[in-house]
Every structure is written in C-alpha cells, then in structure tokens.
C-alpha cells in the first residue's frame, strides 16, 4: 500500500511520536545490515560475482520481470485526530504577550539528504556488534530496500552491502563416520545475532511508517511497484521465519572445493536460506523470533 508523498519525515514529526525515527531507522538498517553480514556468502567459497555497490538512483526503464510479493499490506498509521480550536478571549482581559518567532522548520528528509543523517545516527552504535564498514556506503536507505528485496528472493545481498566476512573458518568434524558442522562454526555468529535481536521491533515498526513514503521511492527505484515496498518486507520476514530449523548434527560432503549439505531437501533451498542455516540452530530460532515479533508490531499496530 502507498503513503502519502507528503507524508515525509520532519523533525518535528519525530517529536509527536515521541521518539526518533532517525535513531530507530538507524537501528532498522543495521538488522538488515546485519542479515546481509549473515548472508554475505559461502564460508569456504568466494562469491560467484564480485562484490558491488551499485544501487540505481533513478528506475531502470526496462526493470527485471520478478514477481512481486505475496503478503500482508502493512497497515498506513493512523492520523491523530486535530485538537479543537481554542475559545475565544474574555473583554478586558490583559492583551496576550506576542508569541516568540517561530524556529525555521529543517527541510524534510529525502533519498538524497538522508545518508549523512543515517550516518551520524549509526556511528555511536557500529561498535555494538555490527561492522563500521556499513558507514562507509552511499545510498544507505536505498541499499536497506534493496538488501530487504534480496531476502525476500532468497538471493544473497553480496552486491548490497560490501560486508566483511565474520572471523574464524567453517569447521567440520567427524562424528560416527560422518562429515558434520562443528558447532564452533556456529559461534562465530553469535555477536552480530546479538545485536539483531537486542533491537526492540515497536520503534522499527514506528520507523516503517515514519519513512515509508522515501522507502517507496526506493523500491520504484528498483523497478517495482513503489506501493508493495511494505509487501515486500513482510515476505522477507516471512521467508525467515519458514526455514526449517535441523533438529542434531547437519551432515555436509566435500564437492570439490566447496561443502554441500547432505540433504538433498537442504542442499535445494535457495542460497540465502543455505546461508542462514549455518548461523546455527539456535541463532536461526533466535532471528525466527525476532522476525516473528516484528511482523507481529508491523501488522498489528
């Protein structure tokens, strides 16, 4: 569904809501940062392409025929109801004191003014779990739709963020003669799940609105229907809270220089959904959950 254009964000908007938008659109870009980091690619595999920063800053006239998503709308929020007119002044009472001139209002925030707004927003917070890398990107809204698109697809965002790799290597070991994911692997994930769920989804959902007139300009950008921009972030939670959580040990094989997942159910999911596995059984059920809770606070506001 589509906002009203003129429903962009100001400071002053932030203050009715009684938080800042700024501050947890900030937090929402470094969950989806952080999924990208999740996803960056195969452990022990460099990625098929090289990695990009290119996002499209104006529609593609011939954009990819993908389908659009199947889910919810994301209810618009409601307008506050307008406060009644003050009553007229008594005769004889006192003159009212002139009222002070009124502070100039700063310009509403757009695609092309938000990046050093985000910036200086998410720098006190880059130590908290997630790259500072991230700072250094342009486009940084645009590249939060378009990383939101690539989990919805299933696709692995390498060309969104050009995230470094978490440290460490990915670790087999042999367990009953079969070739397993040593659960050390796992560990290596567990800071920047962390930091995901730490996230509260109330203000990110108060953010969605907030911003979601600039987050459709985004996603037209991408050659979609600007007006499913909200369908489509349902879909990418939807698609995370659907994997399969492995109950034991993930049996893997070497094929050639890469590992492949025994299962041949897990070995033909899409390589977003592959990725994701390797964070772990219990960072997956923690990132479920937190999926969950926002979609629940997107939905029912």
């Known amino acids: 569904m589509q906002a009203n254009q003129n429903d962009r964000f100001t400071d002053s908007a932030g203050r009715r809501s ?61 307008e506050p109801e307008p406060e009644p007119e003050p009553l007229a002044e008594e005769p004889n009472e006192p003159a009212a004191e002139p009222e002070p001139p009124a502070e100039p209002e700063e310009p509403p925030l757009t695609l092309d003014n938000s990046d050093p707004v985000v910036r200086d927003t998410l ?25 939101v698109d690539a989990v919805r697809r299933g696709v692995v965002p390498s060309k969104v963020f050009n995230l470094p790799r978490p440290a460490g290597d990915f670790r087999v070991q042999q367990v009953g003669g079969r070739t397993v994911i040593d659960p050390a692997s796992y560990r290596r994930y567990d800071a920047i799940v962390d930091a995901i769920v730490a996230t509260p989804v109330e203000p990110l959902a108060e953010a969605f609105q907030s911003y979601r007139s600039l987050l459709e300009t985004a996603y037209g950008a991408l050659g979609y229907a600007p007006d499913k921009v909200d369908n489509a972030l349902v879909a990418a939670l939807d698609r995370i809270i659907a994997l399969p959580v492995p109950a034991g040990d993930i049996e893997v094989m070497k094929v050639e220089a890469v590992y492949a997942y025994v299962d041949e159910d897990l070995e033909g999911m899409k390589a977003l959904d592959k990725q994701l596995l390797r964070t772990g059984p219990d960072n997956l059920q923690r990132l479920q959950d937190h999926a969950r809770e926002l979609r629940r606070a997107l939905l029912e506001p």
């Open 18 to 78: 009684g938080g800042s938008p700024v501050l947890v659109t900030a937090a929402a870009l470094f969950i989806v940062a952080g999924i990208a980091w999740l996803v960056l690619g195969p452990d022990d595999a460099p990625p098929e392409e090289p990695a990009t920063t290119v996002v499209p800053e104006t529609p593609d006239p011939t954009p990819p025929r993908v389908a659009e998503p199947v889910a919810p709308d994301i209810p618009e929020r409601a």
């Open 123 to 147: 720098a006190p917070y880059a130590a908290e779990g997630l790259p500072s890398d991230l700072l250094g990107h342009s486009n940084l809204l645009e590249r939060t739709v378009a990383a």
